[in-house]
């Protein structure tokens, strides 16, 4: 079992920088691939990042030059580095863990972009 927490969403403006943290309550050396997923109102879960643990990140188009993953295996956590900033950020922010063929997830972290 891996449980995942998020933390550093609030409210900023266009423009601004926020940094998710996703701290999980196990090592992450061993996790192969740890994410971001995001999920507006109404609409369906989109992929934003991932970093696997052989140094691979991959990006989702909409946020590729703004955002930045990277992982701190010391301390067992997963950021995501989010500057410039838009309005169409705003979601919720799920961390997500894949270990073998299982995956697991946090609760989310609200980011709101005013305009």
């Known amino acids: 079992q891996v449980q995942l927490v998020e933390s550093g969403g609030g409210l900023v403006q266009a423009g601004g920088s926020l940094r998710l943290s996703c701290t999980a309550s196990?090592?992450?050396?061993?996790?192969?691939?740890m994410g971001w997923y995001r999920q507006a109102p109404g609409k369906q879960r989109e992929f934003v990042a991932s970093?696997?643990?052989?140094?691979?990140?991959n990006y989702a188009d909409s946020v590729k030059g703004r955002f930045t993953i990277s992982r701190d295996n010391a301390k067992n956590t997963l950021y995501l580095q989010m500057n410039s900033l838009k309005p169409e950020d705003t979601a919720v922010y799920l961390c997500?863990?894949?270990?073998?063929?299982?995956?697991?997830w946090g609760q989310g972290t609200q980011v709101t972009v005013s305009s």
């Open positions: 196990t090592s992450i050396a061993s996790i192969n691939f």
């Open positions: 970093a696997a643990n052989y140094g691979t990140t």
């Open positions: 997500y863990a894949t270990l073998g063929i299982r995956n697991y």
